[in-house]
């Protein structure tokens, strides 16, 4: 068995296309779908990160209100920028790039945008309309998790999905969407306290990894056939780069492609949904407010 690979740059491509198509007819009806993103200081891969949304922006035609700020900036400062945003009808989402300088507290940073333009999805008004299955922001990288297996044609309903990592960026809210009913798989977490985890990946139909590691999931660890999410990016050394360094996720993807039925490549699986799924949710905040007049 050789799985098949989840083209995520693909996909991505597919609902940034989607997203392209319903902006044009917001324009028509004189909104403009507009995000703010905000940069603090010059943290590389942060610059990276910010460099990607703004291409996103330009291709699906929304406005880009991009802001790059000092090191020094203030906690105070920030605040103030945030509550402008807030106040600013033409500006439909806000996105605070983290991690923040040390001195600024990212809990109050999160807390300050308005649940009507947490794009993110991060605020605890979002997290609580996620949990209890309300409209609202759905973050994007566990949402972009949902749509891959969607959109590969994956069968979800009554599937046992193992997720490693409890992060409240991806393990928690992927675990909550996967169990919602639109979804339907019966969901277990794992993390750096479970015990016997090979016991329990093996049981999984889905096995979504977030965990932060290289070789978390390896091959004698999952069942035949199964479907693997890689969530992780990290940097190994690789004097054969150019770069010194080369990309791998959190699974062997090399020993788990020739068992699982699906799965996800580092780079090109979950990573590119998730600007992908900024797009969709700038798109939302724009039409609910589209609604709302």
Do not use: W
């Not at 309903?157 to 193992?162: E, S, T």
């Not at 985890?197 to 390896?218: F, K, N, Y």
């Amino acid at each position: 068995m050789s799985a098949k690979i989840i083209d995520g740059k693909q996909t991505a491509a597919d609902v940034r296309a989607d997203v392209a198509a319903k902006v044009a007819e917001l324009k028509k009806k004189g909104i403009e779908p507009c995000l703010a993103v905000i940069l603090v200081g010059d943290n590389p891969a942060s610059v990276s990160y910010v460099t990607g949304k703004q291409k996103a922006l330009a291709e699906v035609g929304m406005k880009d209100r991009s802001m790059h700020l000092a090191e020094s900036t203030s906690e105070a400062e920030l605040l103030s920028l945030i509550d402008e945003l807030n106040k600013d009808d033409s500006v439909h989402g806000i996105l605070v790039q983290l991690p923040l300088p040390k001195h600024i507290d990212e809990d109050k940073v999160i807390m300050a945008i308005s649940p009507e333009k947490d794009v993110d999805g991060f605020h605890p008004v979002s997290v609580g309309n996620m949990m209890i299955g309300r409209p609202g922001f759905l973050p994007c990288t566990p949402h972009g998790i949902i749509v891959l297996l969607q959109r590969a044609g994956i069968e979800t309903a009554g599937k046992h999905a193992v997720v490693i990592g409890r992060s409240n960026i991806v393990g928690k809210p992927v675990s909550i969407l996967l169990a919602r009913k639109d979804v339907n798989c019966t969901v277990t977490m794992c993390h750096t306290g479970t015990k016997n985890m090979a016991e329990i990946t093996r049981q999984a139909d889905i096995v979504v990894v977030a965990s932060g590691r290289p070789h978390t999931l390896t091959a004698d660890m999952v069942k035949d056939g199964a479907v693997v999410i890689d969530v992780g990016v990290n940097r190994i050394p690789d004097s054969s780069k150019k770069s010194g360094f080369r990309l791998v996720g959190d699974c062997d993807f090399n020993d788990l492609v020739e068992k699982t039925s699906f799965i996800t490549p580092v780079p090109g699986g979950v990573g590119p949904m998730t600007i992908a799924m900024l797009m969709q949710n700038t798109l939302e905040a724009a039409q609910r407010r589209l609604g709302g007049n």
